[in-house]
């Protein structure tokens, strides 16, 4: 059957019923999202004939995957549509430049100490035997190349292991574990160290595993270091380094790999070194400035603020 049977009267007033197109309550926005929505799905079903019993297959396994939806999202490379939609806009808004953007993931944790930044800021809580030292310096600046003073770089990754402090199955990292947020001066400058991290895959077995294997593609992810930086003025980044001398560099399940942010580190006996310099946009708001508004874990705050 053609995807015309979808444009017919019938399908298209229950279209309009659905979404409530019609009745005067509700969000006109919202209305016009859903309509769209519910409309592309019936048109896959039609265009590949799906079937009752795998239309309610697909809807098993969504409402069972509401624990992985975090994975799932930037693993279907709809997470990384979002960056590109969103570069493509700011070329059509005649802006460029600053450090790409890439996804958050679902793994950051509000609260996380804050540290001055004099000096090299350790990360790292927990002993993590074995790892290599991590060491990785830079400097936050603006479009001219300015010092951005008062930046906050919140920075988090996961442990030799794979784990992070806050999602770790075993219980045994120290709250905070490898998450700082480092607060810069006039210089822009930041330092900091940590028991470098390693990449992991999903977890075996879940529901975005089961999802890639029947896509025919792995679940891994390079080792990598998450960044918000923030900074009055300024456009606030999102963004991560992935390895670049890691296996799946090049290969990442979330797309979180582009071009700019894949730095080679420097390994030298048990330490590794990483000079990463971070370009700031202005904000053209103050909604610029903010995070974007998303679920995130929270946990409680460091009563007193750390040193370095």
Same mark, same amino acid.
């Given at each position: 059957m053609d995807v015309s049977f979808v444009k017919t009267p019938e399908i298209q007033q229950l279209l309009d019923r659905a979404a409530g197109v019609n009745e005067s309550g509700g969000n006109p926005r919202l209305k016009a999202i859903m309509r769209d929505l519910t409309e592309s799905v019936m048109n896959v079903i039609v265009r590949?004939?799906?079937?009752?019993?795998?239309?309610?297959?697909?809807i098993k396994y969504l409402s069972e995957s509401a624990g992985e939806i975090g994975l799932i999202v930037p693993g279907t490379g709809l997470e990384h549509f979002l960056d590109l939609y969103m570069d493509a806009k700011d070329v059509e808004a005649g802006r460029s430049g600053g450090t790409p953007r890439t996804i958050e993931g679902p793994l950051y944790v509000?609260?996380?100490?804050?540290?001055?930044?004099? &000096?090299?800021?350790? $990360? =790292?809580?927990?002993?993590?035997? #074995?790892?290599?030292?991590?060491?990785?310096?830079g400097a936050v600046?603006?479009?001219?190349?300015e010092a951005v003073a008062n930046a906050i770089?919140?920075?988090w990754h996961a442990d030799s292991k794979g784990w992070y402090s806050h999602f770790d199955p075993t219980r045994e990292q120290t709250p905070f574990n490898n998450r700082r947020r480092i607060k810069l001066g006039a210089d822009g400058r930041y330092a900091f160290h940590s028991k470098q991290p390693s990449g992991y895959s999903v977890p075996p077995g879940g529901a975005t595993d089961k999802l890639m294997?029947?896509?025919?593609?792995?679940?891994?992810?390079?080792?990598?270091?998450?960044?918000?930086?923030?900074?009055? &003025?300024?456009?606030? $980044? =999102?963004?991560?380094?992935?390895? #670049?001398?890691?296996?799946?560099?090049?290969d990442d399940f979330a797309f979180g790999t582009r071009e700019g942010l894949l730095p080679v580190p420097s390994r030298q006996g048990d330490s590794a070194y990483i000079q990463f310099d971070f370009q700031l946009q202005r904000a053209a708001d103050a909604s610029d400035e903010g995070f974007t508004t998303r679920s995130r874990a929270a946990a409680e705050a460091a009563v007193e603020t750390e040193s370095a």
């Open positions: 590949q004939d799906i079937s009752e019993s795998e239309f309610w297959l697909a509000e609260g996380a100490p804050i540290v001055d930044g004099d &000096g090299s800021v350790n $990360l =790292t809580s927990d002993p993590d035997d #074995g790892a290599q030292i991590l060491h990785m310096t600046t603006g479009p001219e190349g770089v919140h920075v294997q029947a896509l025919g593609r792995h679940g891994n992810r390079p080792a990598h270091v998450h960044f918000f930086i923030e900074a009055p &003025g300024y456009r606030t $980044l =999102t963004t991560q380094i992935n390895f #670049g001398d890691d296996p799946f560099a090049a």
